[in-house]
T-cell receptor
Framework: GEDVEQSLFLSVREGDSSVINCTYT??????LYWYKQEPGAGLQLLTY?????DMKQDQRLTVLLNKKDKHLSLRIADTQTGDSAIYFCAEAFYNRLAFGKGNQVVVIP | GAVVSQHPSRVICKSGTSVKIECRSLDFQATTMFWYRQFPKQSLMLMAT?????????EQGVEKDKFLINHASLTLSTLTVTSAHPEDSSFYICSAGHPGLAGTDTQYFGPGTRLTVL
């Protein structure tokens, strides 16, 4: 089965970079995703990475995948106050998603 | 593209009543939709997978007679919480599978429905 672990809280100053980490257990996952959830809202798909890739960059977002260690990270460059949210990583297992517990990012102006 | 809506966004009901929540994919057709439940400060818990034209597949521990799911068309799935009780109060989020990533559906999420049962 799949199991996804995330740390819980990150505080970062506006303009700095923030890094969120995630580990997963199922090596057969085809895609790994990062979702953002603002208070009282649903999940917004931020980016994804295919399991045969090591890195993907999308504007301010950089995703790193270490398949050997089953480690996924999301780096947000030039963090803005609008980036304050909970970030979930998720791995796709067939047509299902297994979510991490989420990482709350608080951006300090 | 890939927009999913939910209605209502917030509902308050009395204990014992039933509540229906709608999930719509607005600009794409979704063969599969998913219903999740989220408790405060926790991750999403998958309740069931809804397939158009067939019965939903429920996760272990989720009562199918309590949470009725209907996927009547390729753009609409409904979740009915029957005989709601205060412990059913939660944030319910749906997602719709959108094809396009080399054969794997990407899930796009609705904005969620906050259910409060008094």
């Amino acid at each position: 089965g799949e199991d996804v672990e995330q740390s819980l809280f990150l505080s970062v100053r506006e303009g700095d970079s923030s890094v969120i980490n995630c580990t997963y257990t199922d090596s057969s996952s085809t895609y790994l995703y990062w979702y953002k959830q603002e208070p009282g809202a649903g999940l917004q798909l931020l980016t994804y990475i295919f399991s045969n890739m090591d890195m993907k960059q999308d504007q301010r977002l950089t995703v790193l995948l270490n398949k050997k260690d089953k480690h996924l990270s999301l780096r947000i460059a030039d963090t803005q106050t609008g980036d304050s949210a909970i970030y979930f990583c998720a791995e796709a297992f067939y047509n299902r998603l297994a979510f991490g517990k989420g990482n709350q990012v608080v951006v300090i102006p | 593209g890939a927009v999913v809506s939910q209605h209502p966004s917030r509902v308050i009901c009395k204990s014992g009543t039933s509540v229906k929540i709608e999930c719509r994919s607005l600009d794409f057709q979704a063969t599969t939709m998913f219903w999740y439940r989220q408790f405060p400060k926790q991750s999403l818990m998958l309740m069931a997978t809804s397939n158009e034209g067939s019965k939903a597949t429920y996760e272990q521990g989720v009562e199918k007679d309590k949470f009725l799911i209907n996927h009547a068309s390729l753009t609409l799935s409904t979740l009915t919480v029957t005989s709601a009780h205060p412990e059913d109060s939660s944030f319910y989020i749906c997602s719709a599978g959108h094809p396009g990533l080399a054969g794997t559906d990407t899930q796009y999420f609705g904005p969620g429905t906050r259910l409060t049962v008094l």
